[in-house]
T-cell receptor, first 111, second 116 residues
């Protein structure tokens, strides 16, 4: 079945950029999403990218998509301690009509 | 967007009992989903809650264990039946909202369930 994979952990210094990577297997993925989950909370939709785009920027967030390699990344500029959370990549396919989540990347920001 | 609330936010239950989780949305939505997030894991789709008909369950999940109700377009319940410690998870309600060309999926705050 479809699979979405992410590295489990990322640690960055406050003020630096963070890059969280994701790979997916479903070539029919039409939309790819990034969600943020803070401790004890639900999921917050951060941003999305359509499969015919290769980049999307939204304030401090930049999403890059390499459709050929099925690789997605989320760059957070000027990372703050409030950005510490688990970030989930998710792929939506019209073939399956389902949202498939990655394992989540725990981002830790230290001063 | 959609604002989703869940009740209870957390509960500690005894083995063999059942718990019903409620999900309320602030607008009418067609698609509602229930997910499970086991400790340290990603999200797994349990079922799609269909209004007016039986829920559609994913592989590995059955109606007897996770009965779902969807009486209208703003409300759904998920029951975790005959609980065991393995059912300890966060249960999340989700809705899909059309945003022009694409659909956005929003999540509730989750219900943290601990089974002793």
């Amino acid at each position: 079945g479809e699979d979405v994979e992410q590295s489990l952990f990322l640690s960055v210094r406050e003020g630096d950029s963070s890059v969280i990577n994701c790979t997916y297997t479903d070539s029919s993925s039409t939309y790819l999403y990034w969600y943020k989950q803070e401790p004890g909370a639900g999921l917050q939709l951060l941003t999305y990218i359509f499969s015919n785009m290769d980049m999307k920027q939204d304030q401090r967030l930049t999403v890059l998509l390499n459709k050929k390699d099925k690789h997605l990344s989320l760059r957070i500029a000027d990372t703050q301690t409030g950005d510490s959370a688990i970030y989930f990549c998710a792929s939506f396919s019209y073939n399956t009509d389902k949202l498939i989540f990655g394992t989540g990347t725990r981002l830790q920001v230290f001063p | 967007s959609a604002v989703i609330s869940q009740k209870p936010s957390r509960d500690i239950c005894q083995r063999g009992t059942s718990l019903t989780i409620q999900c309320q949305v602030d607008s009418q939505v067609t698609m509602m989903f229930w997910y499970r997030q086991q400790p340290g894991q990603s999200l797994t789709l349990i079922a799609t809650a269909n209004q007016g008909s039986e829920a559609t369950y994913e592989s590995g999940f059955v109606i007897d264990k996770f009965p779902i109700s969807r009486p209208n377009l703003t409300f759904s319940t998920l029951t975790v039946s005959n609980m065991s410690p393995e059912d300890s998870s966060i249960y999340l309600c989700s809705v899909e909202v059309s945003a022009g060309k694409y659909n956005e999926q929003f999540f509730g705050p989750g219900t943290r369930l601990t089974v002793l």
